[in-house]
């Protein structure tokens, strides 16, 4: 057993209904004075005692180049000194943007389980394509994680937003710095993700699955910031990126995909998937999940039709991680992204006649 592994230090704050209080400690605790958040709506009862100088609404999905200047630009013309994001992956993807920039301090209040709080991964998008880092400067100074602040989260995007998470756990698996540790927190990750998202689900106001949604989405973040971009996030990035295609959905569709493909040359990955799950099989446990939870089964509905597929693979080939359990071809591409199109139901694909 021969890895090297990295942790990057990072304060987390956890506590049903404490954002604010939390959050207040934690502006105090790092000695700031002029806070930019970084937020699409007003979150009086998590920023009401903290200085505010500036809150920034611009954000868009897949943190667009222009989208990022603007930010940087009112962040320096306010001399701030904290960056405080409050929402989803896009949120503090921007605040990442300033941070890789200007080195300002982070504090996260995720309101999705996007994971890109517990991250030092940055992404830019122009011109349709979607460039993505690593740097010390964007991993935030502290998460705060509060399960009040996603009861108002609506249903198909609590359900997309924590299959992506779930997506995390599974890339870091086979991701190109997989290392046992990073499997022992994807694995404890999707046990938490498969109990609290059907709880949510099945009834809203259920505090104790969204404490399971937070506790999977921080781990499974934590395991894929080491482990890297395995080939999911390399086609989903791709995808967001280029066609503007809603970020979770795109995870949520894509994953069953990427596991039916990679499972039958991952056999030790595949059994820890299983074995978190419960089931025979990891294909089982997932699909599973997805059906108790209403998973979304196709892009379609989401912009991405047959037609696009061929400009896709041609983007998606050459970032193919190297490290992926097998070698991926154009023509499993054109395949995988064929099934995702129309919502078929993932099937393993032929390991005859491959190198």
């Known amino acids: 057993m021969i890895f090297v592994h990295d942790t990057p230090a990072q304060r987390v704050l956890f506590g049903h209904g404490r954002a604010g209080t939390h959050l207040a400690d934690e502006v105090v605790r790092l000695g700031a004075a002029r806070v930019m958040v970084i937020a699409t709506r007003a979150h009086p009862e998590v920023i009401g005692s903290i200085p505010v100088v500036v809150h920034h609404t611009d954000v868009a999905p897949h943190v667009p180049v222009d989208v990022a200047d603007h930010a940087r630009t009112i962040a320096s013309e306010n001399s701030v000194d904290l960056l405080v994001c409050i929402g989803g992956g896009s949120a503090t993807g921007l605040a990442k943007a300033v941070a890789l920039t200007s080195g300002i301090p982070i504090v996260a209040v995720p309101t999705t389980y996007a994971g890109s709080e517990a991250t030092d991964v940055w992404g830019l998008t122009e011109a349709g394509r979607k460039t993505t880092g690593v740097d010390r400067r964007v991993l935030p100074t502290s998460v705060i994680y509060d399960s009040a602040l996603s009861v108002e989260l609506p249903l198909e995007l609590t359900v997309?937003?924590?299959?992506?998470?779930?997506?995390?756990?599974?890339?870091?698996?086979?991701?190109?710095?997989?290392?046992?540790?990073n499997a022992s927190t994807a694995v404890t990750g999707i046990r938490a993700l498969d109990a609290g998202l059907p709880a949510v689900v099945a009834d809203a106001d259920d505090r104790?699955?969204?404490?399971?949604?937070?506790?999977?989405?921080?781990?499974?973040?934590?395991?894929?910031?080491?482990?890297?971009?395995?080939?999911?996030?390399?086609?989903?990035?791709?995808?967001?990126?280029?066609?503007?295609?809603?970020?979770?959905?795109?995870?949520?569709?894509?994953?069953?995909?990427?596991?039916?493909?990679?499972?039958?040359?991952?056999?030790?990955?595949?059994?820890?998937?299983?074995?978190?799950?419960?089931?025979e099989s990891a294909d089982h446990g997932l699909a599973r999940l997805r059906e108790r939870v209403g998973a979304p089964t196709s892009l379609l509905p989401y912009g991405f039709d047959a037609t696009m597929i061929p400009d896709a693979v041609a983007r998606i080939l050459p970032v193919v991680p190297e490290s992926n359990p097998r070698p991926v071809t154009a023509s499993d591409l054109t395949t995988i992204l064929t099934a995702a199109s129309t919502g078929d139901v993932p099937t393993a694909h032929p390991l005859e006649g491959r190198t």
């Open 160 to 181: 997309a937003s924590g299959l992506n998470a779930l997506a995390h756990c599974v890339d870091s698996l086979w991701g190109p710095r997989a290392d046992p540790i």
């Open 208 to 279: 104790i699955g969204r404490d399971e949604m937070l506790l999977g989405a921080y781990l499974s973040a934590v395991a894929f910031a080491s482990a890297g971009s395995g080939l999911h996030h390399k086609i989903c990035h791709v995808l967001g990126g280029a066609y503007d295609l809603p970020h979770a959905q795109t995870h949520a569709v894509i994953l069953p995909h990427v596991l039916a493909f990679n499972a039958p040359t991952a056999p030790d990955a595949a059994r820890m998937i299983a074995a978190a799950f419960g089931t």
